[in-house]
């Protein structure tokens, strides 16, 4: 059983930025694929970012050039740095992992293991 752990949310203007670290109990983002997700109370989680095993990165249209996706496989991390914060991102991120090969990690229902989220909350 794999666990995922984030950390890195709070409260933060707009304008700022904020880093948000997705931390496994084994070493497994260097062989599987993961993902930073989003969700606002109501809706569905929205994709935010993505990181292949092989370290390609993908990132949803109003992320790419603010948001940055990395990994850290020595410390069993993975890092979404988050800038020209916006209120609109206000929402709690989850990181999951994505065991099979050849998910569709566009989609939510594809990954196997998620975190417990953590707040992001940007103030006007």
């Known amino acids: 059983q794999v666990q995922l752990v984030e950390s890195g949310g709070g409260l933060v203007q707009a304008g700022g930025s904020l880093r948000l670290s997705c931390a496994a109990s084994?070493?497994?983002?260097?062989?599987?694929?993961m993902g930073w997700y989003r969700q606002v109370p109501g809706n569905q989680r929205e994709l935010v970012a993505i990181?292949?095993?092989?370290?390609?990165?993908y990132y949803a249209d109003s992320m790419r050039g603010r948001f940055a996706i990395s990994r850290e496989d020595a410390k069993n991390t993975v890092y979404l740095q988050m800038n020209s914060l916006k209120p609109d991102d206000t929402a709690v991120y989850y990181c999951?992992?994505?065991?099979?090969?050849?998910?569709?990690?566009?989609?939510?229902?594809?990954?196997?293991?998620w975190g417990q989220g953590t707040q992001v909350t940007v103030s006007s």
């Open positions: 999951a992992v994505a065991i099979a090969s050849n998910s569709d990690l566009t989609r939510a229902d594809e990954y196997d293991y």
């Open positions: 084994a070493s497994i983002f260097s062989v599987n694929d």
């Open positions: 990181i292949t095993k092989d370290g390609s990165t």
